[in-house]
């Protein structure tokens, strides 16, 4: 006979206590010392609610009865209940069973702490032996006398007297109907739940000759009780009876089904190219994005985030939506691409993971996005509304987060995996079926998120038509996604078709040195399947202001050109090379240097020239006040084509290098697990741990450590040492180390490794029956043991 939780839980074989921590991974961290540890953890109020959370509807209104009927509750009680199919129930029963929320064997029993966390379970209040303890002997016994029942003479025991008003209560329809229209509207109100209402001065003796009004009438008759001064609630008998012994109305043992309200389905190959064509073009777009950030990065604002104006400016740029824009910035600081300068008055610019993310394929850079978003609790939904404070919430700023946004994502992506091949689903379909699965993490913010993952998951790729492609079915079962989707994007071109109107076309995507090449040498004209690049005197005199010549531009077009390059576009070239750095701008405030006298007699003769505020120093010589930027910009209005010079007279480069910023050391750019996960390596060596704590307790000590090995404790080379530990992690065997502690003093320990990462050996320590981190740097030497 099992007289409690904790002796339950006991009973437990390894693989249920295996699911159990795989369920409610909460209970894992930090390793309970024993299982009485457990028990009183998986019962904390914490553990229950999250339990709780992960609860479909169904399981939901199972548990419900198993608190509302009488304890212990058998399956067939709760089928006729509910009601529901009989094979539903006990399937459910058996899930929350492994989930310790129930326990029991024949019969189920709600685990502690569940009462408390469901304090109207199927929206039914407490049993009247709970709602009238409050009440005194008196008015019990005039209560009781007031709806039929037999006091007898100085019979002042308040349980007996609330036991009979209880059973009265269990078949009160004549009192009901005695109560009046009114009384049983307002009853009607709350028989289905909620069942408390608030009225006024709820404690007032009344009786049945003295009540007036429709609520003093069910006070007098026990249909409603004061729970206190302002509260009154419906006996859990009343409202049983009022709904027919149903728990609930409409209880649907399986989730609603989903469908694309009228849209037609998609075939796959369909679904996988507009996928597909999404995919290639945002990681087209967060291309674009960074690298004019690197080049000219926008402000961060003093409050964190991007401003406004930029936000407009970024999608202006893109020629896409402020929201999309958004997102773009968002999913890039998600993927760790980019982040804000360490600077006082920083920058948002690109990271240097953004340049080895260049050198990737499209699919992988694809791979990077699609996961940052997945993972980041990040909402780009919530940019351009405002806070609770009425703050407006600006793109990369803190204000844009929420910590259930991973969790929804999944759930949205893991309806749509669940809908009928080729099926669109609606809106409305996914917002409906995670009401069912996650009733208690609903509401309006999760219903906005869910809209805002749809929308998000079209825009990156992850679906095509509001059909899931199968890379993404991939990513949310964390496989590789990069082959299902490279297979579908077209190959990187190095050549591009330049013709005689100045112009180049580029007839897909290009490989990333050429892209960028063309990016400064031309302007891009349009965008879509093809790419057109526009060639002038401007992008021509930006490529050779960053450093470039004109054989190195013509050398590149030749070298990448499927056609001859036009005579007219080398001419261009030529034709702007030849005048590029004549003049020389530096600061005096500055000058303007030449070797042709000619040239400045010429500058200083033009009447446009004389806002330039210029005057001879030397036959070859002009001062100005202005400074060299707008010295520049002015003789550049002039038609003319100078370049910037050094103190030293060396030319210098007007378009810096892309900048980067280094992230700051404490920031985690990715969360690169759910937190609401645990490996299995560890959850088994969990159980090892409870079951030596569970034998230590009843040996009657607080842990029995394990004898080590006679001698002195190994050592070994650091590189022998690791891969020593990562051999025995691979084949699950059982190693003698030597650990230093704080004070430097070695001791023996006997370790079942789980995992070597992160500077750290994660594993069973036998000697203290405990799932333990050392430090490898500690660690003096490892020899491998026999198996026992």
């Keep these: 006979m099992v007289d409690s939780f904790a002796d339950w839980l006991r009973g437990r074989d390894d693989g249920e206590l295996r699911a159990l921590l795989a369920a409610r991974p909460e209970l894992v961290a930090p390793v309970p010392a024993d299982l009485t540890a457990l028990a009183a953890r998986a019962a904390s109020p914490a ?280 997102l773009l910035a968002e999913i890039a600081q998600a993927a760790g691409l980019l982040t804000r300068s360490g600077d006082l008055d920083g920058e948002w610019l690109p990271t240097p993971a953004y340049d080895l993310w260049l050198r990737r394929d499209i699919a992988g850079r694809w791979a990077e996005l699609a996961h940052g978003w997945l993972r980041t609790d990040r909402v780009p939904g919530l940019v351009g509304e405002r806070d609770d404070r009425d703050r407006l919430v600006n793109a990369l700023s803190e204000y844009a987060r929420h910590g259930s946004a991973p969790a929804t994502r999944h759930a949205v992506l893991s309806v749509l995996a669940d809908a009928p091949d080729g099926t669109p689903v609606t809106a409305d379909a996914v917002r409906a079926r995670l009401d069912w699965l996650q009733p208690r993490r609903g509401g309006p913010f999760r219903d906005r998120l869910a809209d805002w993952t749809l929308r998000e998951a079209a825009v990156l790729g992850l679906t095509g038509f509001g059909v899931l492609s199968p890379f993404a079915r991939d990513l949310l079962d964390g496989a590789d996604p990069e082959p299902g989707l490279a297979k579908h994007l077209p190959e990187p071109g190095d050549k591009v078709l330049i013709q005689a109107d100045l112009t180049a076309v580029a007839p897909g995507p290009l490989v990333t040195d050429l892209a960028r090449e063309l990016a400064l040498t031309a302007d891009v004209e349009s965008t879509g399947g093809a790419t057109v690049y526009r060639f002038t005197a401007e992008s021509i005199r930006r490529a050779l202001d960053a450093g470039r010549s004109a054989t190195d531009v013509l050398d590149l077009l030749a070298k990448h050109s499927a056609t001859p390059v036009p005579q007219p576009l080398t001419y261009l070239v030529e034709d702007v090379a030849r005048r590029h750095g004549q003049l020389r701008v530096g600061s005096l405030v500055s000058y303007v240097r030449a070797d042709n006298p000619a040239t400045l007699d010429e500058i200083l003769a033009d009447r446009r020239a004389d806002g330039l505020r210029l005057h001879r120093l030397a036959p070859t010589v002009l001062a100005s006040g202005l400074g060299r930027a707008d010295l520049l910009t002015g003789l550049r209005g002039l038609g003319l084509a100078p370049v910037a010079e050094s103190p030293g007279g060396g030319v210098i480069v007007t378009r810096p290098d892309a900048r980067r910023a280094e992230p700051p050391p404490s920031t985690e750019i990715v969360r690169l697990r759910p937190a609401d996960a645990a490996e299995d390596s560890v959850i088994a060596a969990t159980v090892r741990a409870l079951r030596a704590g569970e034998e230590a307790s009843r040996l009657g000590a607080a842990r029995q450590a394990a004898a080590g090995p006679d001698g002195e404790p190994p050592r070994s080379p650091a590189v022998a040492t690791v891969e020593l530990l990562r051999g025995a992690v691979e084949k699950g065997g059982r190693v003698w180390i030597g650990y230093l502690d704080q004070q430097g003093q070695a001791s023996s320990r006997i370790v079942e490794p789980i995992r070597v990462e992160g500077g750290f050996l994660t594993g069973y320590d036998a000697t203290r029956a405990a799932v333990h981190r050392f430090a490898l740097h500690r660690i003096t030497g490892v020899t491998e043991l026999a198996a026992e």
């Design 47 to 326: 553990a229950v609610a999250r339990a709780l959370d992960r609860l479909d509807a169904f399981a939901l209104a199972v548990l419900a009865g198993v608190l509302v009927l009488p304890d212990p509750v058998r399956v067939t009680d709760l089928a006729v209940a509910l009601p529901a199919p009989r094979r539903a129930v006990s399937a459910t029963l058996a899930a929350l069973r492994r989930d310790a929320l129930v326990w029991g064997t024949k019969t189920s029993r709600a685990a502690p702490g569940v009462r408390q966390a469901l304090p109207h379970p199927a929206g039914l209040g407490p049993p009247a032996a709970e709602v009238f303890a409050t009440y005194s002997p008196e008015r019990l016994a005039g209560l009781l006398a007031d709806i039929g029942g037999e006091v007898p003479r100085g019979f002042t025991d308040a349980g007996r007297l609330i036991a009979r008003i209880a059973e009265r209560l269990a078949e009160p329809a004549d009192l009901v109907a005695d109560a009046g229209d009114e009384a049983r509207a307002a009853l009607d109100r709350l028989v289905w739940g909620p069942p408390v209402g608030r009225v006024a001065d709820a404690r007032r003796p009344v009786r049945i000759d003295t009540a007036e009004t429709p609520i003093e009438r069910l006070l007098a008759r026990g249909l409603l009780a004061a729970e206190d001064d302002r509260t009154v609630t419906v006996p859990r008998e009343v409202a049983l009876h009022l709904r027919g012994g149903r728990l609930f109305r409409d209880l649907a043992a399986a989730p609603p089904p989903l469908d694309g309200g009228g849209a037609r389905a998609r075939d796959e190959d369909t679904v996988v190219r507009g996928a597909a064509g999404e995919a290639f073009t945002v990681v087209r777009q967060v291309e674009e994005l960074l690298e004019r950030w690197g080049l000219e990065p926008p402000p961060v604002l003093r409050s964190g985030g991007l401003a406004v104006r930029d936000l407009r400016a970024a999608a202006a740029l893109l020629d896409v939506p402020e929201w999309r824009a958004a």
